[in-house]
T-cell receptor, first 114, second 112 residues
Framework: DTGVSQDPRHKITKRGQNVTFRCDPI?????LYWYRQTLGQGPEFLTY????????KSRLLSDRFSAERPKGSFSTLEIQRTEQGDSAMYLC????????????FGPGTRLTVL | SQQGEEDPQALSIQEGENATMNCSYK?????LQWYRQNSGRGLVHLIL?????REKHSGRLRVTLDTSKKSSSLLITASRAADTASYFC????????????FGQGTRLTINP
């Protein structure tokens, strides 16, 4: 257990539905990251927050995806109008500014879009 | 796109043997990190090596970094069944971004 938690751990939804995932980072960590991982691949960066500011977004993050970190603590990732290609493991990680960006990952949320 | 490429993609050895995995990358980095992932689980940070370091040890792990060849290796000595997992290298690029760029991983199987 790294101290980063994610909820839910599994989500099955039908195409076209909206889903929201939550990540609770390690409490003193001011940086929070979202990654997506498909089967047999390494994680791919989606977006990154420093405190409540979203500082970078990948081109993978289409306009159907939105992420927030309203109080600089937990974060949510919402996918609207899900597509089958969104099926993946969504990983959250956190790190502490000034600590060489060693990232601590949560267990992930596995999304299946039917 | 993936920055790192791990080699081999899969490795199967007997318990007690040493396992070596390699990672190559394309652009200048601040540091390179190795992570382990058990099947269907999150990633566990193993070790970080900075761009000005050449070798680092942590327990049974030994990591080397050759920035002139843009490559790194992870050696696990005296392997155990519990080491069975996927291993990923991840680079923090020196140009701006705080994100990590992962390779595709090496799937390591330790046979008892």
């Amino acid at each position: 257990d790294t101290g980063v938690s994610q909820d839910p751990r599994h989500k099955i939804t039908k195409r076209g539905q909206n889903v929201t995932f939550r990540c609770d980072p390690i409490s003193e960590h001011n940086r929070l990251y979202w990654y997506r991982q498909t089967l047999g691949q390494g994680p791919e960066f989606l977006t990154y927050f420093q405190n409540e500011a979203q500082l970078e977004k990948s081109r993978l993050l289409s306009d159907r995806f939105s992420a927030e970190r309203p109080k600089g603590s937990f974060s949510t990732l919402e996918i609207q109008r899900t597509e089958q290609g969104d099926s993946a493991m969504y990983l959250c990680a956190s790190s502490l500014l000034g600590r060489a960006n060693e990232q601590f990952f949560g267990p992930g949320t596995r999304l299946t879009v039917l | 796109s993936q920055q790192g490429e791990e080699d081999p993609q899969a490795l199967s050895i007997q318990e007690g043997e040493n396992a070596t995995m390699n990672c190559s990358y394309k652009t200048s980095i601040n540091n390179l990190q190795w992570y382990r992932q058990n099947s269907g689980r999150g990633l566990v940070h193993l070790i970080l090596i900075r761009s000005n370091e050449r070798e680092k040890h942590s327990g049974r792990l030994r990591v080397t970094l050759d920035t002139s060849k843009k490559s790194s290796s992870l050696l696990i000595t005296a392997s155990r069944a519990a080491d069975t997992a996927s291993y990923f290298c991840a680079t923090e690029l020196s140009q701006g971004a705080q994100k990590l760029v992962f390779g595709q991983g090496t799937r390591l199987t330790i046979n008892p």
